[in-house]
């Protein structure tokens, strides 16, 4: 073994003698602790909490009165402590790591913007204080609505959509009210086959029939397929740009042009905007609508299933139809939250409202944190160096993994492989597993669809060349292992406190409740 002159060993120590290990009488490894279900660590008769007897009150809830325990777990405060602290260190975070989850944008959150959310006079304000109590929190949201329409180069911008998801059913609901605004009954939205999940699924939900667009072999909207298929039925046409091959549709100005020569509109999911922010404005390439997931490309943590915020940008054509409420800078400079009752005559053919009140107020002040400590330079670098750290990536390893479209030029801010060239049974989920082994949070698996085997790759701007050429090594041995057929990587993970789960069975039968008798169940 070789020693830097520090007295430290410049490579991983193999562990030699691993296997002599003697399973642990505890189920602990060490620092990485065994940890049973709440309900088996506490007992329904026991509590952490010392209350006052209770004194007997005749029951007024007659027949809705509990007869049962209510069977919850009693534990004193530090066992509940150890018990999440313990389940937590299981977990992984972008404060461990890198997070290659491509599409989802897992970029570091900085404090500062944690910090800024947290203020008294953000945090603690209630949705139906007098507005004269809350200018600041009111003065953020639009403040940040001018910076998204700036940033975009739109006509209005609607905040009170809660995450992409939603933000896309706003923008499909605007597009349906113009349409019915001048009487025009279309039943069809155009979806490219690379589309997130969302996207049809959305138009699904607004009642329209869903229609795929191919792709060309170089991963982009095949342009004479779509035309091919415009028409007077067509509502919209949803596209994602840069799209979820990590490529740029650079035919956008054509397919707008397109489709709004038949009278429909263009949708863009925005999802993927942190790669270009700052150097393209949607509005230049005429998008009608379009969603920016604020957790992705303005930062805020985010996975787990939350919190989200997606706000909507609209173009002159779809602004009138957008929802309630809204900010609005009055003359003698307050900021009002425009209602259905003081709407006036500026909004009458709005859609109606997205959510009960204004929408993510803390991802709205993390999302302007981000954009005033970047300023409008910082925000161009921010797409700038999240492009080339997926294009390191995707260069650094295309000749181990193959690249579907690396032949045409560089990617944009995720680099896509291919599970082509890996020994007979090999798969993506055995790159996956591997990479956990490593220390990594595996990348997104066989999304798009588009590609065989898909591995989806998003390093985000926020990772240092160490950190990525890290991640890199441990890509390149696994695929090595996947393309030489090493049997040992079916077993992976090794190291992590469960083993390969059955996925399937987890999805079918789910346990979502505890009980003892079907816990033994699973268990058998
Ligand atoms: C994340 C994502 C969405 C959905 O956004 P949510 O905020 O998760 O609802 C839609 N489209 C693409 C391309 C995405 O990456």
Redesign the pocket.
């Known amino acids: 073994m070789t020693m830097l002159k520090e007295g430290r060993p410049t490579a991983p120590i193999p562990v030699e003698d691993a296997h002599m290990a003697p399973a642990t009488v505890t189920g602990n490894r060490a620092l990485m602790l065994e940890e049973k279900l709440i309900f088996e660590i506490g007992s329904n008769d026991t509590t952490g909490v010392d209350f006052a007897v209770v004194p007997e009150v005749a029951s007024r809830l007659g027949t809705l009165a509990r007869t049962d325990a209510i069977g919850l777990p009693g534990l004193s405060e530090q066992e509940t402590v150890r018990h999440y602290t313990r389940l937590s260190r299981q977990n992984y975070a972008i404060d461990l790591g890198l997070f290659p989850l491509g599409?989802?944008t897992m970029k570091h959150n900085p404090r500062l913007n944690e910090k800024v959310a947290r203020m008294p006079g953000f945090a603690d304000v209630h949705p139906l204080q007098p507005q004269s109590t809350v200018q600041g929190a009111l003065g953020v949201i639009n403040e940040l609505a001018v910076w998204l329409i700036q940033l975009t180069g739109m006509h209005g911008v609607a905040m009170t959509p809660k995450?992409?998801?939603?933000g896309?059913l706003c923008g499909l609901l605007c597009i349906r009210a113009a349409l019915e605004a001048r009487g025009d009954a279309r039943q069809v939205v155009l979806v490219p086959e690379s589309a997130?999940g969302?996207?049809p699924a959305t138009a699904a939900f607004c009642g329209y029939k869903v229609e795929d667009i191919p792709a060309t072999p170089d991963g982009r909207v095949d342009l004479e397929a779509l035309k091919a298929r415009l028409g007077p039925d067509v509502a919209a046409v949803m596209i994602?740009n840069p799209n979820?091959c990590g490529l740029f549709e650079r035919d956008m100005k054509v397919i707008s042009d397109a489709v709004h020569a038949v009278g429909a509109f263009v949708y863009c999911?925005g999802?993927?905007f942190n790669a270009i922010v700052g150097r393209v404005r949607p509005g230049d390439l005429g998008v009608d609508a379009m969603h920016i997931?604020l957790?992705?490309t303005f930062s805020t943590p985010h996975g787990g299933g939350g919190p989200?915020s997606?706000p909507v940008v609209l173009s002159e054509a779809l602004s009138p139809f957008g929802p309630l409420p809204y900010t609005a800078r009055m003359a003698d400079g307050t900021i009002h939250l425009i209602e259905e009752e003081n709407v006036g005559e500026e909004m009458p053919q709005s859609f109606g409202r997205m959510s009960a009140f204004h929408g993510q107020m803390g991802m709205f002040t993390r999302a302007l944190a981000y954009i005033l400590s970047h300023g409008a330079d910082g925000l161009r670098q921010v797409a700038e160096d999240a492009v080339l750290n997926a294009n390191y990536i995707l260069r650094s390893l295309e000749d181990v993994l193959d690249a579907p479209f690396g032949g045409s030029g560089p990617c944009m801010h995720e680099a896509l492989f291919s599970d082509k060239g890996f020994a007979d049974g090999f798969t993506t989920l055995d790159i996956a597993k591997g990479l956990i082994d490593e220390g990594f949070h595996p990348m997104t698996m066989y999304f798009p669809l588009v590609v065989h085997g898909a591995m989806l790759v998003e390093p985000t701007e926020t990772e240092s060349k160490a950190a990525l050429d890290q991640f890199i090594l441990a890509l390149r041995s696994l695929a090595q292992r996947a393309k030489a057929g090493d049997d040992a990587l079916k077993g992976a993970p090794y190291h992590a406190p469960r083993r390969r789960l059955d996925e399937t069975l987890a999805a079918r039968k789910p346990v979502l409740t505890w009980s003892e008798p079907e816990m033994a169940q699973a268990a058998e």
């Open positions: 599409s989802c995450a992409g998801a939603h896309e997130h969302t996207n994602t979820t999911d999802a993927n997931n957790h992705k989200g997606g």
